[in-house]
């Protein structure tokens, strides 16, 4: 499929092929996490239209800390269950074994509460954070090229898409976590970063999702563009995925994503970023 702005399903972004030094990955990698600060921003110069995308993201992440705080209060139990044999060795590699194990088992947690939250927070407060991306493009003159108008089913479908997608790559990523948790000293980090690359993309393509549908772009045309710019793609995305890892983080970073991922969107696009209040 052709889009208007010339993404094909097989297409390259002119940045695609580049090959940039070190302090040019370190520019681009902060000019993405600076598309989330100014979405941090938003909250000083749109806080009544802030905090609406806020409550349901907030009543969310409740729920889902309960969820967390029951899991690590019962990972003793689930590393005896998962790794019997450890029982078996002696000192002091069962303890070793046993607390790489238990941080290997909080990260997945950690992991897989981060990408079915962030997949529920997009359905149920998709809405909401959509208006947000709207009133950004306003803000910032409009949509140049906008795409065919989508009715409410079809935004449904594509939100419902978009969750299930991610509940997917978030158990890959925690089992790949988890694997590599498993290696003394180095798995468990490694691991780690592996999530926040894997997951800091995908979490910007999926923020990505509601500017690049007003444009008629799919998935697979948003992941394209992504592939003109991905060290700044992969700033904002990890920058993101980094403060949804926190306590309640998600609440106040998931608006400001809204905003971050427009911002991100446009300027890939080579369209305005900039207005008074943006």
């Known amino acids: 499929m052709e889009s208007q702005y010339g993404l094909g399903a097989d297409a390259v972004g002119s940045g695609g092929g580049m090959m ?20 941090f921003s938003a909250w000083r110069t ?31 139990g689930t590393v005896r269950t998962l790794l019997p044999f450890l029982a078996d060795l002696g000192s002091p590699w069962n303890t070793i074994l046993t607390v790489l194990a238990t941080i290997a088992l909080i990260g997945i947690g950690a992991i897989a509460v981060m990408f079915t939250f962030s997949a529920v927070v997009l359905l149920i407060a998709g809405p909401f954070l959509d208006h947000i991306s709207a009133r950004v493009e306003r803000e910032l003159g409009g949509i140049p090229r906008p795409g065919p108008s989508r009715s409410f089913g079809s935004e449904l479908w594509r939100a419902i898409t978009d969750s299930v997608r991610l509940i997917g790559i978030g158990i890959a990523v925690s089992l790949t976590v988890f694997l590599c948790g498993l290696v003394p000293v180095i798995g468990t980090l490694f691991g780690m970063l592996v999530g926040a690359v894997i997951g800091g993309r995908v979490i910007a393509l999926e923020f990505m999702g509601t500017p690049g549908s007003a444009r008629g772009l799919d998935f697979a045309q948003r992941s394209q563009l992504a592939k003109t710019r991905p060290t700044r793609v992969l700033g904002f995305g990890a920058c993101t995925y980094l403060v949804f890892l926190l306590p309640l983080g998600a609440v106040i970073a998931a608006p400001a994503a809204a905003v971050g991922g427009t911002l991100l969107t446009r300027d890939l696009l080579g369209e305005p970023t900039r207005s008074e209040r943006f």
């Open 20 to 39: 940039p030094g070190a302090s040019s990955r370190r520019a681009e990698f902060l000019a993405g996490a600076r598309m989330l600060g100014r979405g």
């Open 46 to 76: 749109h806080p009544r239209i802030m905090l609406v995308g806020a409550i349901p993201v907030l009543i969310v992440a409740v729920c889902y800390t309960v969820l967390l705080i029951w899991w690590i209060s019962n990972i003793g």
